[in-house]
């Protein structure tokens, strides 16, 4: 789901029965903007397949069908999924993504199937986290790409916009990579980054990403 909050209303922390009702609280809850760490990973990548975890209204989504890729947006809210499906009708985008209602904590993603996988800010404090990271790493096709990008645990936390996230839901970039085989990636670079300027203003939220890119061998 795309940080980037449309307005500046603060939410409540919300559970997995709750994205629904979520999504019809507003006409869009996101911006529909790419996620910045996206933007600066695969801007320079060649086009090709992804995978878009946790893909939300589509925002991502969308950015990448824009460039020339073939995607595939997993969420498990059929509300932001129709949401998404309708701008990429409206975009001319209809052809390049597989909008699939999928739960990234039963479903698992075809092996070695997408040259980029990406997801961010994925909340799912109930699910079997090491497990589903592990699904979306096997995902990525040999030469392809994995970036994952959460919110960085801090002392920030408890404060504005960043309380509304259950401390359950958080990881590192370490994390992630705890779960991968060294020996299959090419490199692995785990960094805390600035998030982008104006999803920290629009959001309320200044806790740095945690960032993990990975290069499948």
């Known amino acids: 789901m795309s940080e980037h909050e449309h307005g500046a209303a603060r939410r409540p922390a919300i559970t997995r029965d709750s994205y629904d009702e979520l999504y019809r609280s507003a006409a869009a809850v996101w911006t529909g903007r790419p996620n910045g760490q996206l933007v600066a990973e695969a801007s320079d990548l060649v086009p090709g397949t992804a995978l878009d975890a946790g893909a939300g209204?589509?925002?991502d989504a969308l950015w990448l069908a824009s460039r020339g890729w073939r995607v595939?947006?997993?969420d498990f809210s059929p509300v932001a999924l129709?949401?998404?499906a309708a701008k990429a009708a409206e975009l001319g985008l209809a052809d390049r993504i597989d909008w699939r209602h999928e739960d990234l904590d039963?479903?698992?993603?075809?092996?070695r199937a997408f040259d980029l996988v990406t997801a961010h800010?994925?909340?799912a404090a109930w699910t079997d986290r090491a497990a589903m990271f592990r699904g979306l790493a096997a995902a990525v096709a040999p030469g392809g790409t994995l970036l994952v990008v959460g919110h960085q645990h801090g002392e920030q936390w408890g404060h504005g916009h960043a309380?509304?996230?259950e401390a359950g839901a958080l990881f590192t970039a370490e994390d992630v990579a705890a779960v991968l085989d060294p020996a299959e990636w090419a490199g692995i670079v785990t960094e805390?980054?600035?998030r982008d300027p104006d999803a920290a203003h629009r959001t309320g939220n200044p806790v740095p990403d945690t960032v993990l890119v990975g290069r499948r061998r």
């Open 121 to 123: 800010y994925l909340h």
């Open 82 to 84: 129709e949401r998404g």
């Open 192 to 194: 805390t980054r600035d």
């Open 163 to 165: 309380s509304a996230h």
């Open 72 to 74: 595939t947006a997993v």
């Open 106 to 111: 039963t479903w698992t993603p075809p092996a």
């Open 57 to 59: 209204e589509g925002g």
